[in-house]
């Protein structure tokens, strides 16, 4: 990414460690979590949800995969199934739902150029 200065990015479906969010965040990009983060084993993850600040955080889906706890053993990850990943995204921030929503949909907003 570094080839392409003042592009805006968010790293979809974010998997990696401290480090590379560290370094994601450091160049002013964004980072947005899906099921796994919801997954009991995935404390690192967790972790990292915990570094990333509320201005550059998003959740979603990545239907058809990824399925949420507790829907893991679910075929198909459907739009609906978001809820798992924000409930999840909210109380390791120590942040209501509503307020996560409040906070990831203005931040859609701001990203996409939404009014």
């Given at each position: 990414m570094r080839k392409f200065p003042g592009v805006?990015?968010?790293?979809?479906c974010f998997t990696g460690?401290?480090?590379e969010a560290e370094r994601i965040l450091a160049d002013g990009y964004w980072i947005s979590f899906t099921?796994?983060?919801?997954?009991?084993?995935?404390?690192?993850?967790?972790?990292?949800?915990?570094?990333?600040?509320t201005d550059r955080l998003m959740v979603e889906t990545d239907a058809p995969?990824?399925?949420?706890e507790p829907k893991r053993a679910q075929k198909t990850n459907e739009p609906?199934?978001?809820m798992y990943t924000a409930a999840k995204v909210?109380?390791?921030k120590g942040m209501g739902?509503?307020?996560l929503d409040r906070?990831?949909?203005?931040?859609?907003?701001r990203f996409f150029g939404w009014a």
């Open positions: 805006r990015a968010v790293f979809h460690s401290a480090e099921g796994p983060v919801t997954y009991k084993k995935n404390d690192a993850l967790r972790d990292v949800v915990r570094l990333v600040p995969y990824l399925s949420p609906a199934l978001v909210a109380e390791v739902l509503d307020e906070v990831t949909t203005e931040n859609a907003r």
